[in-house]
């Protein structure tokens, strides 16, 4: 049998540069994990094609995607809703492919639940003044979300304790590299590879 992938979850406060660090991981050609590409009922931001960046759907779309128990996970973000399609990521796993899901922390705590042994990453920023100036500079929120942004980010930096890593994004190429790393290292950790040569030496 196929030894499935694993499922690594990038998480982390609003605005440290999770979106960022994904599309530079997945820009680098070396990259052997599949990304899942998220449901959201946000608008599309400038640039962002659907199907690519985002599923961008309708509220009653998303609601009937719950109804139907169609996401792995899912939660309200400042407004909108953001999921994770279920099918996608249970079929690459079964193929044996890591698949790697960008979230934010409500959505990573309930991956936990479903997939106790995932990879689960926390990325911080170097500071919280450093997060905010992160989040000004976007330039695509009103000063109220940016605010409503920074509250959430103070309570998601508390909840660092649901994960396996911490990774600081002081500079995104460093940030990728650790990230990467430690995905090399889950793969060798002496639980994920036993049974596999358990039976091994029962061939022999
Ligand atoms: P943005 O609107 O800036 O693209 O994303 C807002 C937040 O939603 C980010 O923290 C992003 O990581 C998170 N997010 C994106 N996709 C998902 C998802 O499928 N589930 C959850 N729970 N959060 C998501």
């Given at each position: 049998?196929?030894?499935?992938?694993?499922?690594?979850?990038?998480?982390?406060?609003?605005?440290v540069?999770?979106?960022?660090v994904?599309?530079?991981?997945?820009?680098?050609?070396?990259?052997?994990?599949?990304?899942?590409?998220?449901?959201?009922?946000?608008?599309?931001?400038?640039?962002?094609?659907?199907?690519?960046?985002?599923?961008?759907?309708?509220?009653e779309?998303?609601?009937?995607?719950?109804?139907?128990?169609?996401?792995?996970?899912?939660?309200?973000?400042?407004?909108?809703?953001?999921?994770?399609?279920?099918?996608?990521?249970?079929?690459?796993?079964?193929?044996?492919?890591?698949?790697?899901?960008?979230?934010?922390?409500?959505?990573?705590?309930?991956?936990?639940?479903?997939?106790?042994?995932?990879?689960?990453?926390?990325?911080?920023?170097?500071?919280?003044?450093?997060?905010?100036?992160?989040?000004?500079?976007?330039?695509?929120?009103?000063?109220?979300?940016?605010?409503?942004?920074?509250?959430?980010?103070?309570?998601?930096?508390?909840?660092?304790?649901?994960?396996?890593?911490?990774?600081?994004?002081?500079?995104?190429?460093?940030?990728?590299?650790?990230?990467?790393?430690?995905?090399?290292?889950?793969?060798?950790?002496?639980?994920?590879?036993?049974?596999?040569?358990?039976?091994?030496?029962?061939v022999?």
């Amino acid at each position: 049998m196929k030894e499935k992938g694993l499922l690594i979850v990038l998480s982390g406060p609003s605005g440290v540069g999770k979106g960022t660090v994904r599309k530079e991981i997945f820009a680098q050609p070396d990259t052997a994990f599949e990304y899942s590409i998220s449901m959201t009922t946000r608008s599309p931001r400038e640039g962002e094609v659907n199907g690519v960046d985002y599923f961008f759907k309708t509220r009653e779309e998303f609601e009937e995607l719950i109804r139907q128990d169609r996401l792995l996970e899912y939660a309200e973000f400042v407004g909108n809703y953001y999921g994770t399609p279920v099918d996608y990521v249970r079929e690459t796993l079964d193929r044996g492919k890591d698949v790697f899901l960008e979230i934010e922390v409500q959505g990573a705590r309930q991956v936990r639940e479903k997939f106790p042994d995932g990879l689960f990453i926390f990325l911080v920023p170097p500071s919280l003044s450093e997060l905010k100036n992160r989040i000004v500079t976007r330039g695509t929120e009103t000063e109220d979300i940016i605010n409503n942004r920074m509250s959430i980010a103070k309570e998601e930096i508390e909840m660092m304790n649901l994960y396996d890593y911490v990774v600081e994004n002081d500079q995104i190429d460093l940030a990728c590299e650790r990230i990467k790393s430690i995905v090399v290292a889950e793969h060798c950790r002496r639980e994920r590879v036993e049974p596999k040569y358990k039976k091994m030496l029962e061939v022999e």
